[in-house]
């Protein structure tokens, strides 16, 4: 069965430095997300994508933090000045046009210090 | 979006039947009911959607009663490996417009 895949399994990085974390989604898949999840907290949404833009973003998604598909495969999300706040798991979630059905990633565990 | 009431946590032994409802008293016309499970340290993973009356697939069924103001997760036959948080989730297709907007879910512990 296809899989999203997601690298890398765990960041660590010191506040204040960028990130970048890949997501490779299901081949036929047009719809992309990201998703965090904080140690003991709920899965939040952060960001929604589409034809090459964003759909929908929330609050948590600001000046900060970017998403792209620069190769028609790979779906980045990028943290340009990490806080100690960032430190959480992030889910890349994929679906097809025709179903509603959202298919998650492994995670990347991120820890800032 | 329908808010959504679920149990915070469940225990159970194997082999038995697990049965879990979510309340959304404010479930709209248009809005579906779905389920997700998640495993410590993975992402959610699909497991049933439904409208109406009872949807079953290779890994549980779905329970909805007429008024759809509450619906109800059953797992037959549970065993260790069922251990995981179950979100119930409520909106629109597809997925709510879009996003998916998870609760604090239920944890569901099976033990021997």
């Known amino acids: 069965e296809p899989e999203v895949t997601q690298t890398p399994s765990h960041q660590v990085t010191q506040m204040g430095q960028e990130v970048i974390l890949r997501c490779v989604p299901i081949?036929?898949?047009?719809?992309f997300y990201w998703y965090r999840q904080i140690l003991g907290q709920k899965v939040e949404f952060l960001v929604s994508?589409?034809?090459?833009?964003?759909?929908?973003k929330s609050e948590i998604f600001d000046d900060q933090f970017s998403v792209e598909r620069p190769d028609g495969s790979n779906f980045t999300l990028k943290i340009r000045s990490t806080k100690l706040e960032d430190s959480a798991m992030y889910f890349c979630a994929t679906r097809t046009g025709s179903t509603d059905t959202q298919y998650f990633g492994p995670g990347t565990r991120l820890t800032v210090l | 979006l329908a808010k959504t009431t679920q149990p915070i946590s469940m225990d159970s032994y194997e082999g038995q039947e697990v049965n879990i409802t979510c309340s959304h008293n404010n479930i709209a016309t248009n809005d579906y009911i779905t389920w997700y499970q998640q495993f410590p340290s993975q992402g959610p993973r699909f497991i049933i959607q439904g409208y109406k009356t009872k949807v079953t697939n290779e890994v549980a069924s779905l329970f909805i009663p007429a008024d759809r103001k509450s619906s109800t997760l059953s797992l037959p036959r549970v065993s260790l490996s069922d251990t995981a948080v179950y979100y119930c989730l409520v909106g629109p297709l597809p997925g709510g417009g879009n996003k998916l907007t998870f609760g604090t879910g239920t944890q569901l512990k099976v033990e021997l």
């Open positions: 994508f589409y034809n090459n833009e964003i759909s929908e």
């Open positions: 081949s036929n898949h047009l719809y």
